[in-house]
């Protein structure tokens, strides 16, 4: 599951900017763009020879360093060939308490969202069946209706680009709970997000629409979906050590890596994954390398060659040159080849998995421990770099802007941006506060995404060698922006182009003064709250009388009731971030009691501060008080107005429990 970075990246509102024009048009393979940063003319690196002696050694230097160095229990790695296995290797724990190897025959690992690509190719299974059509309205294939956006209905192939528009949805998620499991027909129904892009303008990642697309093939085979990929994808390829169900059949159970935040802590409840199509697959690491082999070798006993090359040769529109979606996989140029493949990500375990058609290779990881600060991340993207450096290497990137354009170039991109895979229209926007992404400029000019940075091994070295395109020199991977009348008006890196764009924040969402804003306003409510036991104390004390009377003294007195009011809503949104950022389980039942009473309370302590604050301001005007009560006053007020903005602008109000 693409948490990214645990779904706190980019989750705010949507500013509505234009979006780029769609129409999914396939394309043939040769007409599939050439990295533009790597011209031909460059040197060629010298190429390792691709066998199990030399693979083995060089992750063998490799894997135990990374382990260690990033507090990782345990791991597995499988490179094939053609219809072979190249290496198939475990690496450390897969159950530190007992001291248990990984073995990659048996171990079974969580690969997360790689689990959608057996959904798309089941999906697929059934286009060539004549049971499905991937451009067909999806509402042909479903028992209830997902209505329209902007008259336009989706299809399957809008759900296997992820351009399909529904915002994020993460109540029904992932759970440590066994009984969270819920049949697909309930889910599809209870979890159905709001659709916030017309379909096929904006890719925006969504665990819902796969599922959906889960639903779809159990509807239309007549085969409960667990059953479906057993008979259909696991049982031609003999994939003994692999399961969709959840929890786990007992005959596999044993076979089970324990997972783990780091190889320091104790191990963690076998998670359950809710939209199972989306990513509720265990499978050993010799599994996953027969997947591989099947799709290279055009499908293999799963499809037809012509379907396979249709999924694995499409490319969606996206954002300048960048990776883009194939049908369901993904793509990722490197050394001027583009491989195609999905990762994958639940709370302790985080995959990939990449295919080379063209070099008949391909590479599967997974690890069983987040890591620590992010190791996994770091870990995957630099084998993917180093083994695609060092088996299928190519020319380093050349050109360059020249630096005064480079520099007004960077100016422009400079600022604050939301993601298009984000909580739009209910509550959860709220979390766009904490996840804004920043793109800054450093005083050499170069532009710098930090929040991405986590996603490689190092911080990544931007160098403009298009207009608006940048290349990162360690990796190779581009960021583009798309520039209309003079501004950016979308931003994307190779790292997650496929499924999310990033577009400006809105002038009124913006974190650069809207945060500050905020805290200042809550300090302002802090004071004034604090204000009043301390000034009835310092009156007792001093056996004095309080100076306000009648309607002034109520309406001071409600401000501070309201203020304390705010403090609590705080204290509550605080206390629910933490705990579901810790456990995102918590969410879809545990938690529900403090999200309805925290939509009920905000909007009461926000409106009622400000109606109560401006009430006292205009009573100190008319009552014509000391210029200092007026300006503590007129600073409450403009609080509160901040505080109501807050309260309306990211939905922290309402009663829908979708979200």
Same mark, same amino acid.
């Given at each position: *599951? =693409?948490?990214?970075?645990? %779904?706190?990246? +980019?989750?705010?509102?949507?500013?509505?900017?234009?979006?780029?024009?769609?129409?999914?048009?396939?394309?043939?393979?040769?007409?599939?763009?050439?990295?533009?940063?790597?011209?031909?003319?460059?040197?060629?690196?010298? =190429?390792?020879?691709?066998?199990?002696?030399?693979?083995?050694?060089?992750?063998?230097?490799?894997?135990? &360093?990374?382990?260690?160095?990033?507090?990782?229990?345990?791991?597995?790695?499988?490179?094939?060939?053609?219809?072979?296995?190249?290496?198939? !290797?475990?690496?450390?724990?897969?159950?530190?308490?007992?001291?248990?190897?990984?073995?990659?025959?048996?171990?079974?690992?969580?690969?997360?969202?790689?689990?959608?690509? $057996?959904?798309?190719?089941?999906?697929?299974?059934?286009?060539?069946?004549?049971?499905?059509?991937?451009?067909?309205?999806?509402?042909?294939?479903?028992?209830?209706?997902?209505?329209?956006?902007?008259?336009?209905?989706?299809?399957?192939?809008?759900?296997?680009?992820?351009?399909?528009?529904?915002?994020? /949805?993460?109540?029904?998620?992932?759970?440590?709970?066994?009984?969270?499991?819920?049949?697909?027909?309930?889910?599809? =129904?209870?979890?159905?997000?709001?659709?916030? $892009?017309?379909?096929?303008?904006?890719?925006?990642?969504?665990?819902?629409?796969?599922?959906?697309?889960?639903?779809?093939?159990?509807?239309?085979?007549?085969?409960? &979906?667990?059953?479906?990929?057993?008979?259909?994808?696991?049982?031609?390829?003999?994939?003994?050590?692999?399961?969709?169900?959840?929890?786990?059949?007992?005959?596999?159970?044993?076979?089970?890596?324990?997972?783990?935040?780091?190889?320091?802590?104790?191990? !963690?409840?076998?998670?359950?994954?809710?939209?199972?199509?989306?990513?509720?697959?265990?499978?050993?690491?010799?599994? *996953? +390398? !027969?997947?591989?082999?099947?799709?290279?070798?055009?499908?293999?006993?799963? %499809?037809?060659?012509?379907?396979?090359?249709?999924?694995?040769?499409?490319?969606?529109? +996206?954002?300048?040159?960048?990776?883009?979606?194939?049908?369901? &996989?993904?793509?990722?140029?490197?050394?001027?080849?583009?491989?195609?493949?999905?990762?994958?990500?639940?709370?302790?375990?985080?995959?990939?998995?990449?295919?080379?058609?063209?070099?008949?290779?391909?590479?599967?990881? /997974?690890?069983? /421990?987040?890591?620590?600060?992010?190791?996994?991340?770091?870990?995957?993207?630099?084998?993917?770099?180093?083994?695609?450096?060092?088996?299928?290497?190519?020319?380093?990137?050349?050109?360059?802007?020249?630096?005064?354009?480079?520099?007004?170039?960077?100016?422009?991109?400079? +600022?604050?941006?939301? /993601?298009?895979?984000?909580?739009?229209?209910? &509550?959860?926007?709220?979390?766009?506060?904490?996840?804004?992404?920043?793109?800054?400029?450093?005083?050499?000019? !170069?532009?710098?995404?930090?929040?991405?940075?986590?996603?490689?091994?190092?911080?990544?070295?931007?160098?403009?060698?298009?207009?608006?395109?940048?290349?990162?020199?360690?990796?190779?991977?581009?960021?583009?922006?798309?520039?209309?009348?003079?501004?950016?008006?979308?931003?994307?890196?190779?790292?997650?182009?496929?499924?999310?764009?990033?577009?400006?924040?809105?002038?009124?969402?913006?974190?650069?003064?809207?945060?500050?804003?905020?805290?200042?306003?809550?300090?302002?409510?802090?004071?004034?709250?604090?204000?009043?036991?301390?000034? #009835?104390?310092?009156?007792?004390? $001093?056996?004095?009388?309080?100076?306000?009377?009648?309607?002034?003294?109520?309406?001071?007195?409600?401000?501070?009731?309201?203020?304390?009011?705010?403090?609590?809503?705080?204290?509550?949104?605080? *206390?629910?971030?933490?705990?579901? @950022?810790?456990?995102?389980? @918590?969410?879809?039942?545990?938690?529900?009691?403090?999200?309805?009473?925290?939509?009920?309370?905000?909007?009461?302590?926000?409106?009622?501060?400000? #109606?109560?604050?401006?009430?006292?301001?205009?009573?100190?005007?008319?009552?014509?008080?000391?210029?200092?009560?007026?300006?503590?006053?007129?600073?409450?007020?403009?609080?509160?107005?901040?505080?109501?903005?807050?309260?309306?602008?990211?939905?922290?109000?309402? $009663?829908?429990?979708?979200?």
């Amino acid at each position: *599951m =693409r948490f990214i970075r645990k %779904l706190m990246i +980019g989750l705010a509102a949507l500013l509505a900017l234009p979006l780029v024009a769609q129409g999914p048009v396939p394309q043939q393979p040769s007409e599939q763009p050439e990295s533009p940063a790597l011209p031909a003319s460059a040197a060629q690196a010298e =190429r390792a020879e691709l066998d199990a002696a030399d693979v083995e050694a060089w992750l063998d230097g490799f894997m135990p &360093f990374a382990l260690d160095r990033g507090q990782i229990a345990g791991a597995v790695v499988v490179v094939v060939r053609g219809d072979g296995p190249v290496l198939q !290797k475990g690496y450390g724990f897969a159950d530190v308490a007992s001291r248990k190897p990984v073995d990659p025959q048996t171990t079974l690992f969580r690969p997360g969202s790689v689990s959608k690509l $057996f959904t798309w190719t089941a999906v697929m299974q059934q286009v060539e069946a004549g049971k499905l059509d991937l451009d067909e309205d999806v509402n042909a294939y479903l028992e209830f209706e997902i209505p329209p956006y902007e008259s336009e209905p989706i299809t399957l192939r809008h759900i296997m680009t992820h351009t399909a528009g529904f915002e994020e /949805s993460i109540r029904h998620l992932i759970s440590s709970d066994p009984d969270a499991v819920m049949p697909l027909q309930d889910y599809a =129904r209870e979890a159905l997000p709001a659709r916030v $892009f017309a379909p096929g303008t904006t890719p925006a990642y969504s665990n819902y629409a796969t599922a959906l697309a889960g639903h779809i093939v159990e509807r239309v085979s007549g085969e409960p &979906f667990d059953d479906y990929v057993e008979r259909h994808i696991f049982a031609p390829l003999e994939m003994r050590y692999a399961t969709f169900r959840q929890p786990l059949p007992e005959a596999l159970g044993p076979f089970m890596s324990s997972g783990y935040s780091t190889v320091t802590e104790k191990a !963690k409840p076998f998670e359950i994954v809710i939209p199972a199509p989306a990513g509720s697959l265990s499978a050993s690491g010799a599994a *996953m +390398g !027969k997947f591989m082999m099947a799709h290279l070798n055009d499908g293999g006993a799963l %499809l037809q060659p012509e379907t396979a090359r249709t999924m694995h040769d499409y490319r969606a529109p +996206g954002v300048g040159p960048l990776n883009t979606m194939a049908l369901g &996989f993904y793509e990722q140029w490197v050394n001027g080849r583009r491989a195609i493949g999905h990762g994958g990500d639940t709370e302790w375990f985080h995959s990939y998995l990449w295919l080379f058609p063209e070099a008949d290779i391909g590479l599967f990881v /997974s690890v069983n /421990s987040a890591g620590k600060e992010g190791a996994a991340g770091a870990l995957r993207s630099a084998l993917f770099h180093e083994f695609a450096d060092r088996y299928l290497p190519g020319p380093d990137p050349t050109g360059r802007v020249d630096p005064e354009t480079a520099r007004e170039h960077a100016a422009m991109m400079a +600022g604050h941006y939301v /993601s298009s895979r984000g909580s739009f229209t209910n &509550f959860m926007s709220v979390l766009g506060l904490l996840g804004q992404m920043q793109i800054v400029v450093g005083e050499d000019g !170069k532009i710098a995404m930090p929040a991405l940075d986590g996603l490689s091994a190092a911080a990544r070295d931007w160098v403009e060698v298009e207009p608006f395109l940048w290349v990162d020199t360690a990796t190779g991977e581009r960021l583009a922006a798309e520039v209309k009348d003079g501004r950016v008006v979308r931003v994307s890196t190779d790292a997650i182009s496929p499924f999310m764009v990033l577009e400006p924040a809105s002038a009124g969402e913006n974190t650069a003064w809207l945060m500050p804003a905020l805290l200042l306003a809550l300090a302002l409510v802090l004071l004034a709250a604090l204000a009043w036991p301390v000034r #009835a104390l310092v009156r007792r004390h $001093f056996d004095a009388s309080f100076a306000l009377e009648n309607d002034a003294r109520k309406a001071w007195r409600l401000s501070r009731i309201f203020a304390w009011l705010v403090l609590l809503a705080v204290a509550g949104w605080v *206390m629910l971030v933490v705990t579901f @950022s810790g456990d995102i389980g @918590s969410l879809g039942g545990p938690l529900d009691w403090l999200i309805i009473l925290l939509r009920i309370l905000t909007p009461i302590a926000t409106v009622g501060l400000l #109606a109560a604050s401006a009430w006292h301001l205009w009573l100190c005007f008319r009552d014509r008080r000391r210029w200092t009560m007026k300006l503590g006053g007129v600073l409450l007020v403009l609080a509160a107005l901040v505080l109501v903005w807050v309260t309306f602008a990211f939905n922290l109000y309402g $009663f829908s429990m979708v979200y």
